[in-house]
């Protein structure tokens, strides 16, 4: 089951490097889910890495009591959600999008589409085929805000997205 660890915003990959070093088992993963959006840096539009929920890191674990106990070895603020007293996993349904629009490196890649009346059509990326989801696109910024679902609750989620024409 996946499990989500809420860290300090900006230690993210920091805390999963040390988990993955220090007290993960074999049969575990610790990631960071990132997206792809394109950024002008130098004259120039690149792709670079963000992060898809800042402040968070995910794990896959069996025994998640036996991770929280090892968890106490790494020395940063780390703190796995729970509701109550139970740790709560994600959900199937949020699992299950993440493993799809996230694929085996746990990144959502750039999306390419275009706007053809009220309908937006993605031809290209990790969107293609989930464009009934998208709330509102930045075409300046290159992103699109997708609702989604994140620990039960509803919620806006960036991604990129560029929109090659409109008609």
């Not at 230690?11 to 074999?26: F, S």
């Not at 120039?44 to 674990?61: A, N, R």
């Not at 968890?71 to 199937?92: A, M, Q, S």
């Not at 290159?142 to 919620?155: E, Q, Y």
Request: with cysteine; proline share 2%.
């Amino acid at each position: 089951m996946w499990y989500v660890m809420q860290v300090l915003s900006g230690y993210e990959l920091r805390v999963a490097d040390e988990c993955r070093e220090r007290i993960i088992r074999p049969d575990e993963e610790v990631f960071v889910p990132t997206y792809e959006r394109k950024m002008k840096l130098r004259g120039e539009y690149q792709i670079v890495e963000s992060k898809l929920f800042p402040g968070y890191v995910f794990l896959s674990t069996d025994d998640v009591t036996d991770f929280h106990i090892r968890l106490r070895k790494i020395e940063k603020l780390t703190k796995i959600l729970k509701t109550g007293d139970v740790f709560t996993p994600l959900n199937k349904d949020e699992e299950e999008w993440l493993r799809v629009v996230g694929g085996k490196d746990h990144r959502v890649t750039f999306s390419v589409g275009f706007i053809e009346g009220d309908k937006v059509v993605i031809t290209s990326g990790a969107l293609k085929g989930w464009s009934g989801m998208i709330k509102k696109i930045n075409r300046h910024k290159r992103t699109a805000v997708i609702a989604g679902s994140f620990l039960g609750r509803s919620t806006d989620i960036t991604v990129g997205l560029e929109i090659v024409s409109k008609s």
